[in-house]
């Protein structure tokens, strides 16, 4: 018999999770983080056709460049760097501004290519393409997607809907400031309180910076602000994915699709720390990797992989510190903590990048080119 694909694998465990909601009549935890890290200060959401931004202490107003700016936090991303080389202490980033659905980061996506050419609007169209474009932002977050992160629905009910999840948790109004507010108040639940030194804490705090330092570089065009642009999205789509990687509520997920794979320390020997893993198993020899209890996390190098009977056997290298990952590894072995092996965290800004004209860094000249003396012969004028 064929064994099943993660594909399918993945599937069924979904459909075994919202058929439990189902029977439940209820929506079930499904990530330990919560769904909306910040506090909320304004929704937009889409009433007869027109966006309309609803402070949550205030009125509902239409949607203006204006109101939006006023919301955005333009200080605290161009506050500056300290001259002294010591390290940034941001100012507070303020309250998010969540959308109510997709349809809505796509209406205020369409309404951004409407905005004038003069220079605030300019920079406002970035900042929504930006942010609206990012897989989990927190300053401008979608609702019903930080719910998905957070629960399961019951089958037969449309996540991306915010009425199917007003059904689900039985909110009472259909008024849409006062039904995203009960919703949001779902989506800031967490299993328990996020320890503020923890890997996933420093990581939320991270892509908040990120989103900042993204505000910032919107104010400006050209070629070298959409590389800073394109590296600080894609390192915060990698940071998002950690931080999905480490959330407990997803482990059994997480395992399906071979984001993470389990550890089982067997020996140690010439520092060389001996293993097996789970299946599947999506880690080449001779990279990098990370070892994580869920909380923490140490870099060793994957040096072999093999195969013994029914089981893969890695052979694991130090890299970030004997004494760190020794700690780690013999913690867990004596508190029976579980293990698990991912990817490190992949960050464009990170990663030196020499000889690129677009860096304004120096560029090797072209000193001379030898040609053969056919293709001269051949390029030369034939009278």
């Known amino acids: 018999m064929t064994s099943a694909s993660p594909r399918e694998l993945l599937t069924a465990h979904r459909a075994t999770r919202r058929e439990a909601a189902m029977n439940a009549a209820r929506p079930l935890i499904r990530g330990h983080l919560p769904g909306l890290t910040r506090t909320p200060g304004a929704v937009i959401y889409l009433?007869?056709?027109?966006?309309r931004l609803h402070p949550v202490a205030g009125r509902s107003q239409l949607l203006t460049a204006t109101r939006l700016l006023e919301r955005l936090p333009i200080e605290a991303a161009d506050a500056p760097a300290p001259e002294d080389g010591k390290k940034r202490v941001r100012p507070d980033a303020g309250d998010s501004i969540v959308l109510a659905d997709r349809g809505t980061r796509a209406a205020l996506l369409r309404w951004a290519?409407?905005?004038?050419?003069?220079?605030?609007s300019v920079m406002l169209r970035r900042i929504v393409q930006v942010l609206g474009g990012l897989n989990a932002s927190q300053l401008m977050p979608v609702l019903t997607q930080a719910l998905e992160h957070r629960f399961w629905l019951p089958e037969g009910l449309n996540p991306h809907s915010l009425a199917d999840w007003a059904e689900a948790f039985d909110v009472p109004t259909h008024t849409p400031g006062p039904l995203m507010t009960a919703?949001?108040?779902?989506?800031?639940?967490?299993?328990?309180?996020l320890d503020p030194d923890s890997l996933s804490a420093k990581d939320l705090t991270a892509l908040t910076n990120t989103e900042l330092d993204l505000i910032r570089v919107c104010r400006y065009g050209g070629m070298n602000a959409d590389l800073q642009r394109y590296a600080m999205t894609e390192g915060h789509t990698a940071r998002f994915a950690r931080v999905r990687a480490m959330d407990p509520g997803l482990l059994d997920e997480n395992l399906i699709t071979g984001v993470l794979s389990e550890l089982t320390v067997t020996g140690y020997t010439d520092g060389v720390t001996i293993g097996t893993v789970s299946s599947p198993f999506k880690f080449r020899p001779g990279k990098g990797v990370k070892i994580t209890d869920l909380v923490s996390e140490v870099g060793m190098t994957l040096d072999e992989v093999t195969i013994e009977g029914d089981d893969r056997?890695?052979?694991l290298g130090q890299v970030t510190?004997?004494?760190?990952?020794?700690a780690l590894i013999a913690a867990a072995r004596v508190a029976n903590w579980r293990l698990f092996v991912m990817e490190p965290l992949f960050d464009l800004r990170t990663r030196k990048l020499d000889r690129r004209r677009w860096l304004g860094g120096d560029v090797e000249r072209v000193r001379g080119r030898v040609v053969p003396?056919?293709?001269?012969v051949a390029g030369s004028p034939s009278d």
């Open 113 to 120: 290519d409407d905005l004038g050419d003069d220079p605030d």
């Open 313 to 315: 056997v890695v052979a």
């Open 321 to 326: 510190g004997r004494t760190k990952a020794h």
């Open 47 to 51: 009433h007869a056709g027109k966006l």
């Open 373 to 376: 003396m056919d293709v001269l």
């Open 183 to 193: 919703l949001i108040a779902h989506a800031r639940t967490a299993g328990s309180p």
